[in-house]
């Protein structure tokens, strides 16, 4: 389970500003088990000794600077862009004996940790558009993201003397362009919509990797209640200075 949110704030009818972040955490368990990847001890061949579990937790924040270039209750035109983080760490403790070689003697009571854990940071921007239908309000947008960082994987063998092994790998440049459309229902702040996103790594000769995503969603904000004025608060109801967290 986890969490997500977002929110903005107008600073002008031309500028906002915009934030999201999301927290997941997952657990679970592999019946097999699993030995150490770093050899626990000369002499030795480590053999699982009962289920793997698995914790760990994923997260993921983004800013943004919104321009609204062109706006007005039927139609509106919004540039933006920021920095964006995600981060992730999990770990398995596997409980494994040692089988010596020599003359087939069984230690059991010993347990590995494996955990990677990395950082991935970058740039995203784009651009959304939003025109009024009587109470329908239609968003298509476009974004670009550019995103690199590492990963680290690490194991523990919990062996007295084995100081366990850690590998440090960089991840390459992965970008993605996202475009797609909103329908929103305004008096409800009900919104319908799609995205198509197409992400390529730098570097590699793969295909690209294509995601359809389809969506619902309900806004709400207070704008009246933190005092940005009616001239604000009209337009965030009427949804000329929406843009929706993608």
Known sequence: GGAA?????????????????????MGGSFSSGMPPLTPAQSGFIALPNGASSLSGFNGS???DLEFQPIGGKNASVILFGGPLLQFMNLTMTSPY???RISDGAIFPGYTDQ?????????MQAGIQGGFMLGDVKIAPFLMMT????TITLTDDPGVSGNSGSALTATVPTQTSTSMGADFIYVPWGLS?????QQMSHAGSST???????????????????????????????????????I
């Open 5 to 25: 949110g977002a929110g903005r704030m107008a600073f002008s009818d031309f500028l906002a500003a915009d934030a999201a972040f999301g927290l997941f955490g």
């Open 61 to 63: 924040m983004a800013f």
């Open 97 to 99: 004996k040692l089988y």
């Open 114 to 122: 494996l955990t990677m854990s990395g950082a991935l940071g970058g």
């Open 146 to 149: 550019s995103i690199s960082g």
């Open 192 to 196: 319908v919509g799609s995205m198509l």
């Open 207 to 245: 295909d690209d990797v294509k995601t359809f995503i389809f969506q619902v969603g309900w806004h709400f904000g207070n704008a009246d209640q933190q005092g940005e004025g009616e001239q604000h608060a009209a337009r965030k109801r009427d949804g000329t200075l929406y843009r929706p967290r």
